[in-house]
């Protein structure tokens, strides 16, 4: 699998979920691969399992600094970055039920979702282009979310944020083909990805598959993605046969953002037992 190979590649947000599967896939294509998180130890033992080409890096993409010390510390090693995927990102949930509707959102949590999802992906495009300069070729990826094309009542700071991770990967796109560069950047939108931030809500229980039926009943192809289907597209964006592809969205949701669902057949039946009440616009995140 070498459809990567030799290319140094740096990701966000690297110690879990979907950062994680494209720390891998990358690798697994033959890249040299960065792993960056603010989760170190998670981090590190990530990129010593992978072993030969891995590394971790300890990386808050809120900080300039951190971008700075980051890329000029990959730049000495490596002397180039390839590809940058963008992935680091926050719902404003970790850990807090405070309301994020745009009427009781404090303007503490609105900042500290944009800090994470929007600042971080700004900072990262800065640092990128000034660091693929020294190639002139390279391919930036920002991990948006469905969020990013809907609007989200009870999430209002997430897709706020997410829909301008969505606007500013144009703009970057853009600008590097008007600077005469070969740097693309595309964005990947997912919805209902089986990541770590599912299991609270999915539980290890008898009713597991229960809640998975209900958490995707309005998907199209009724069940959740793989973070190895989103890796999948990364691989591809970070490739040399995406070459033409830029200023591009690609979502990876089941079909959500196509419409809706075949509605069911009526039916006369009482409804079933346990029947669940899921929070308002939880779907949406991916």
Excluded at 149 to 175: C, D, E, Q
Excluded at 191 to 217: F, V
Aim: charged letters at 20%.
């Amino acid at each position: 699998m070498t459809r990567l190979a030799d290319k140094v590649a740096l990701i966000t947000g690297a110690a879990r979920g979907i950062g994680e599967g494209i720390a891998r896939a990358f690798h697994r294509e033959g890249a040299r691969v960065v792993l960056t998180d603010i989760q170190d130890e998670l981090g590190q033992a990530k990129a010593t399992e992978l072993g030969e080409r891995a590394s971790y890096m300890h990386l808050d993409v809120r900080l300039e600094s951190d971008w700075e010390r980051v890329i000029s510390k990959v730049l000495e090693l490596q002397a180039r970055i390839d590809v940058l995927a963008n992935n680091a990102g926050i719902t404003g949930f970790e850990g807090a039920s405070d309301p994020h509707d745009p009427e009781h959102v404090s303007i503490e949590n609105w900042r500290s979702v944009h800090a994470t999802n929007l600042d971080g992906v700004f900072l990262g495009c800065k640092h990128g282009i000034r660091a693929m300069r020294r190639t002139g070729v390279g391919s930036i990826i920002n991990v948006g979310s469905r969020s990013g094309l809907v609007g989200i009542p009870g999430a209002a700071p997430y897709a706020s944020s997410k829909a301008a991770v969505r606007n500013h990967t144009k703009s970057v796109a853009l600008y590097c083909a008007e600077q005469g560069l070969r740097v693309r950047c595309n964005v990947i939108q997912p919805a209902a990805i089986l990541t770590p931030m599912w299991e609270t809500l999915l539980g290890s229980g008898p009713d597991r598959a229960l809640r998975m039926a209900e958490y995707t009943k309005d998907t199209p192809l009724r069940r959740f993605g793989s973070v190895d289907e989103v890796a999948a597209l990364a691989v591809y964006l970070a490739a040399d046969e995406s070459a033409y592809t830029t200023g591009a969205e690609f979502n990876v949701d089941g079909g959500i953002l196509a419409g809706t669902a075949t509605p069911p057949r009526p039916s006369t039946a009482r409804p079933r037992q346990g029947h669940l009440h899921l929070p308002l616009g939880i779907r949406s995140f991916r």
